[in-house]
């Protein structure tokens, strides 16, 4: 599986953005799939995933801001992001995980938010 992430920018606060990560390959096998985040100094953390099912969690930062979908047809994962906030600028990457556990991250893709 590869993973293509896209849609990150420079927004002010209270802006939004799409970002869209597009996998392509062996996709049969994927359980989850879902959206990290990296700040300069910080260490990764989830923002939000959606499973194989539709389920979805959120980190409780961007719950009530942030949404995660899903486009079976395009084989694509959404984050929408809106109300954003300057602590939310990082690198964003996306990942898949399999159903055996194996993990595939994508390149990432940046989101500045502006005060």
């Known amino acids: 599986v590869q993973l293509q992430a896209s849609g990150g920018g420079l927004v002010q606060s209270g802006g939004f953005l799409r970002l869209s990560c597009a996998a392509s390959g062996r996709l049969v096998n994927i359980d989850a799939m879902g959206w990290y985040r990296q700040a300069p100094g910080k260490q990764r953390e989830l923002v939000a995933r959606?499973?194989?099912?539709?389920?979805?969690n959120y980190a409780d930062f961007v719950k009530g801001r942030f949404t995660i979908s899903r486009d079976s047809a395009k084989n694509t994962v959404y984050l929408q992001m809106n109300s954003l906030k300057p602590e939310d600028t990082a690198v964003y990457y996306c990942n898949a995980v399999s159903y055996s556990g194996y993990t595939v991250w994508g390149q990432g893709t940046e989101v500045t938010v502006s005060s």
């Open positions: 959606i499973t194989s099912g539709g389920s979805t």
